[in-house]
């Protein structure tokens, strides 16, 4: 099955075409760039020579189609306009920006700024994430991707959700390639090395789509607020997730043992060992944990992800693979890296 990737020299995209190099099933066929058009893949991705002979092209010529999938690797608010056209030409997509995540048309006026010009399709959309949908995403043409700072929120809180928490809040430590390959003031080397801080503390826009999707376990509307902070690695994303509810440690592992029976892509830690990033760097596994302090009524939940993988490129291919009717796993069985 051939696919497009859209965006194909930032950073996801990089690694939708390095993961698809060993893809049995997917060949990337297109592979769009504005800054390398015309130049091979690995003059913006040096580490993927002589893996693929494929060329960047440019947006307007991808849009003609010709594929059978196509993976947006895009900035907000590009999607919105570019989906309903590869829709039309029959091209089924998974889209990794936030333009098709949120169900309530209005949620985009107030957190992105802008109305959104496809209500009818933010129905259809599902949301990409197959622990929770993955029947749904088994009949889409269009799949909306988590942001990595929801996806380890989510992964780590989803059953604190079940349970019946009402407000949580998420503490995420994340790697400089969360904010894409074009630097910033804020993002640059000598900003970003070594920095431990927080950005956005209120109002982060993936709280929103959290928000959505822990309401949706729930059953009922319950608060989420997330509080990330940048620090100096390049990989990784690690949610710590906390709420006042009183559980003992027993009840909460058969909880969370409960909840990821059978996932493939997620590893839950035995009670008292706990998630780490480093254990999950280069695979599409989440590493899930809690721990509770009864007398404090206080509960945490946690996730590992590498914020590339599972939290972006491993995690579209595994709704991609879900999509095709293939099993989820295919092509993406990367052991971790170690010692990374
Ligand atoms: N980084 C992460 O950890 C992560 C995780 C989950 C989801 N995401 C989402 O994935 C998407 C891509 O993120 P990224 O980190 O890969 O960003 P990135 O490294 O900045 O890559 C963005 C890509 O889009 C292209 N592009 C930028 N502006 C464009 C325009 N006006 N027209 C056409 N192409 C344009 C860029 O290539 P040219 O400039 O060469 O055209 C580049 O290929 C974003 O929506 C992001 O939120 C990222």
Redesign the pocket.
């Known amino acids: 099955m051939e696919v497009a990737v859209?965006?194909?020299?930032?950073?996801?995209?990089g690694e939708l075409i390095r993961l698809l190099t060993i893809h049995p099933v997917f060949n990337v066929v297109v592979a769009?760039?504005?800054?390398?058009v015309g130049k091979p893949i690995y003059f913006?991705h040096p580490h993927l020579k002589g893996l693929l002979s494929l060329k960047f092209s440019s947006?307007d010529k991808a849009m003609e189609g010709g594929y059978d999938f196509a993976l947006l690797?895009?900035?907000?608010g590009?999607s919105r306009d570019i989906v309903p056209k590869l829709l039309e030409i029959g091209v089924k997509v998974v889209d990794?920006?936030?333009d098709f995540r949120l169900k309530d048309p209005d949620a985009y006026k107030s957190w992105y700024g802008w109305e959104h010009p496809y209500p009818d399709l933010l129905e259809r959309a599902v949301y990409g994430m197959p622990e929770l949908h993955r029947e749904d995403i088994k009949k889409a043409n269009l799949v909306a991707?988590?942001?990595?700072n929801a996806t380890a929120t989510i992964l780590a809180a989803a059953p604190l959700a079940k349970l019946g928490v009402d407000y949580l809040i998420s503490d995420v430590k994340v790697g400089s390639?969360?904010?894409?390959?074009?630097p910033t003031k804020g993002t640059h080397h000598p900003e970003r090395s070594g920095a431990i801080r927080p950005y956005s503390p209120s109002g982060h826009r993936h709280q929103v789509e959290a928000e959505q999707e822990l309401s949706r376990i729930a059953g009922r509307g319950i608060r989420v607020s997330i509080i990330p902070h940048s620090v100096g690695s390049v990989r990784g994303a690690f949610a710590s997730v906390h709420s006042i509810f009183e559980i003992d440690e027993g009840e909460l592992w058969r909880a969370y043992a409960k909840f990821y029976a059978g996932e493939p892509f997620v590893r839950v830690m035995q009670k008292g060992s706990y998630p780490n990033v480093k254990s999950v760097l280069g695979s599409n596994f989440a590493d899930v944990g809690f721990s509770s302090d009864k007398e404090l009524a206080r509960v945490t939940g946690f996730a590992a992800i590498d914020?590339?993988i599972k939290?972006?490129a491993g995690q579209a291919i595994q709704s991609l693979n879900i999509m095709a009717g293939l099993d989820e796993t295919t092509g993406l069985k990367l052991p971790p890296l170690s010692p990374a």
Do not use: D, I
Request: aromatic share 8%.
């Open positions: 859209f965006g194909a020299s930032g950073y996801t995209g769009t760039s504005r800054e390398y913006a947006l690797a895009l900035p907000h590009m990794l920006g936030a991707s988590p942001g990595c390639s969360e904010a894409g390959s074009k914020n590339l939290g972006a």
